[in-house]
Nanobody, 115 residues
Framework: QVQLVESGGGLVQPGGSLRLSCAAS????????MGWYRQAPGKQRELVAS???????NYAASVKGRFTISRDNGRNTEYLQINSLKPEDTAVYYC?????????WGPGTQVTVSS
């Protein structure tokens, strides 16, 4: 069984920064892709960023240049550095990992951007 635990969400003013973390534990062999989705109220879940095992990253156009995804393979942990936050970034952020052909999800962490 695989568990993902997210941390780092919260309330931040526009222009502020947050760092989200997602730690994976359990029956983990090799993690291929790690990433983050988000879902705002009334909207579909969207891919924010992903990173492969060799460090190749991919970002949604709306966050490119502001968000940075990284991973620590030794700790089975991924991070999402979020800068220059905008109100439209308000959402629940979900981390995921892919092990072979299976995907595992975290419970989500709320990010609220408001003055």
């Amino acid at each position: 069984q695989v568990q993902l635990v997210e941390s780092g969400g919260g309330l931040v003013q526009p222009g502020g920064s947050l760092r989200l973390s997602c730690a994976a534990s359990g029956d983990i062999s090799r993690i291929y892709t790690m990433g983050w989705y988000r879902q705002a109220p009334g909207k579909q879940r969207e891919l924010v960023a992903s990173i492969t095992a060799d460090g190749t990253t991919n970002y949604a156009a709306s966050v490119k240049g502001r968000f940075t995804i990284s991973r620590d393979n030794g700790r089975n942990t991924e991070y999402l550095q979020i800068n220059s936050l905008k109100p439209e970034d308000t959402a629940v952020y979900y981390c995921y990992i892919r092990i072979q052909f299976k995907y595992y999800w975290g419970p989500g962490t709320q990010v609220t951007v408001s003055s």
